[in-house]
């Protein structure tokens, strides 16, 4: 029984503090728009199909419209092979959102598993992973990244492998010195003093603890996921052309800048405006999740 | 002191010891067979043969791997696929190009984002303040071989202003030196609005105040000199990174530097370069790294003792 009415406690405290959050959140106008706006793009790469056809739009090439201006029937004009320019913008957020989502997933849990562990075991263990990620913090991000990608040999799976990989260093740094910190903090003494065992520490007090920051570093780093998969396309290492992607899109619409600048406006403003959506995001997030930071 | 970067540098031993590995074991699984790369698509057999025995490729991975070790020791890095030259004597003549293009980027970059976050934070909540930041906010999203090619429509080909590519003149290094020069100025001027404004509220400050210092003197002498850490931070990691060639920039804007070098040579799965220049740059990066904390403690002196103890 007295089990149960302390669980209750916790609960009712977690609930009201996602409130909470939420209240903070919802007043940072900028970060609200960020939310719409990934909502709205989330939505679009979702239903992309019904907006437009992938094959028949995204794909075949109609020779006899290249080229075109914005109009009623393309909204974003035509390219260099007469394919809609809309319909690749709305299948190219599949590629930019899978990668953003896939990436930041997997090198998340690959990084907090590392980093708990270290923190966890100590010691000689402790001593050999962190100079392994230390020896990743030192190369060079991109290189990194292109050497992956190209060893896995390019394509949807070997981008995403390749970036989270470059990514899990850095999650893993941030659990282990959370972990550490944490554990050095009188609550979690006092936790131990009630006669807690390691798992109920960990899982309910130190796992909460990283989690914000977690969240954080997460959402702040979809936008540099998205422009990085984006490079590695279009310096022809990632996803390949006809695929709409944008990085790849932007590639392609290279050629012809000089007489239709659209060709590479527009994919970039996608990539622009999906990075900034996030990043406000990441921004209102991290103020509404600690509002310390906000003076 | 002494003892400290001691400590630092041998503790650079094992870490690049595993760089090594890793890149090593990377370029082990990348697709592709060397000796074609070298000799072409369809060889006699018996260069085939003598080639692979000539590169060790007929040997285990951990017995490739330890006498890569053993030569690097001897600074040998082994010959590039493409031209059978030393590596480095592939990367050193590219080195000037990206050595000026780094220094020059990480001085606008450094200059322009600090001011803009003084003014930032000095005005806060003003019209240039909000301005200033949503502007950063942008940058920020942008990708940087995008901003390559919208300063190469804008300036090269409506403008007519600068050229697009190539070297020649400082006037062909203006563009790739504004490519990445304002997305990290932007995200200076946001960290050092930060610190500005964190360093403000401090006691210390409203003790200089009530001491009659003028608002300059407590700006410049009192407060930045203790935002400073952080941005010194930025500005060394950004100079390691610079120094690996901004890839892309190089490549956008045809700058024959160490990046676009690199670039080609992943592309041609020319391992020997991709092995020796990430090697080089990962040291690059460790040793701006041990500069950096040592300008911590030139800077703040209470973080002095800390090193002489050690």
Redesign the interface.
Known sequence: MFGRKKKDLTKTRSSSGLADVWFRFRKNKLSMAGLIVVVIIILLAIFADVLADYDTMAIEQHPEIRLQGPSAEHWFGTDAYGRDMFARIVHGARYSLTFALACTAISLVGGTLIGAAASYAGGIVDNVIMRILDAFYCMPGMLLTISLSSALGMGLKSIIIALSISGVPGYARIVRSVMLTISQQEYIEAARACGFGSFRIIVGHMVPNAISMLIVNAMMSMAGLIMSAAALSYIGMGIQPPAPEWGAMLQEGQTYMREYFSMVLIPGLAIVITALSFNLLGDGLSEALDPRMKD | MWKYIAQRLLQMI??TF??IF??FA??D???GDPVRIILGNDPPAQAVEDLTKELGLDKPFMVRFFSYVGNALHLDFGLSYRTRQPVFDGIWPKFPTTLLLAFLTVTVSTILGVLLGIISAVKEYSAVDITLTFTS??F???????LC??L??LFS?KLHWLPSSGVGSIRHFILPVLASAIPSAAYLARITRTQM?EVM?QEYIRTARAKGADNKRVIFKHALKNALLPIITITGTSFA?AL?GS??TE?VFGLPGVGNY??TS??A?DVPV?MG??IF??II??VM?LLVDLAYAWINPTLRSRFAKK
């Not at chain 2, 920020?140 to 995008?146: D, E, I, K, R």
């Open positions: 094992p870490i595993l760089v890793i890149v990377i370029m699984a990348t697709p906010l942008i920020a999203s942008v990708p940087g071989f995008w090619l919208m190469i429509i080909l404004l509220r990174g690996g890839m892309i490549r690199i670039l992943v592309q799965k991709v220049s990430t740059l990962s990066f460790m790294m």
